[in-house]
C-alpha cells in the first residue's frame, strides 16, 4: 500500500483493513480474507493483531504486534511476536 499511495492507510482498524482488502482509490486488495475476522486482521492462531502506524522525524512506521500462541499479551517477551520497519 505504502509503494502505491507514498503513505500507510489511516483510520481505525475496521477502515485500514477495508482499505488493505480493496476499499481504495485503485481497488487494490493487499490483504487475503484468511487475515481477516469481524473487521480485525488476526495471527495464525485466531487473535487480533495489533497494528499502530505512527511518525518520527517526519517518517512514517508500522508496529504489528502478536499475542503468539499462548494468545496473552507478554509486553512482547515470552512468545509474543513483534514487527516493526523502524530500524
Not at 487494490?28 to 486482521?41: F, H, K, P, R, S
Not at 502478536?66 to 517477551?77: H, L, M
Amino acid at each position: 500500500y505504502r509503494n502505491d499511495y507514498g503513505q500507510y492507510p489511516h483510520g481505525s482498524m475496521k477502515e485500514i483493513v477495508a482499505c488493505l482488502r480493496g476499499n481504495n482509490v485503485r481497488k487494490i486488495v493487499y490483504l487475503l480474507d484468511m487475515w481477516v475476522t469481524d473487521g480485525a486482521l488476526i495471527d495464525c492462531w485466531g487473535s487480533a493483531l495489533v497494528v499502530t502506524i505512527y511518525t518520527n522525524s517526519d517518517k512514517e512506521y508500522v508496529l504489528i504486534r502478536s499475542n503468539g500462541p499462548n494468545k496473552q499479551d507478554d509486553g512482547g517477551i515470552k512468545d509474543d511476536i513483534v514487527y516493526s520497519n523502524d530500524y
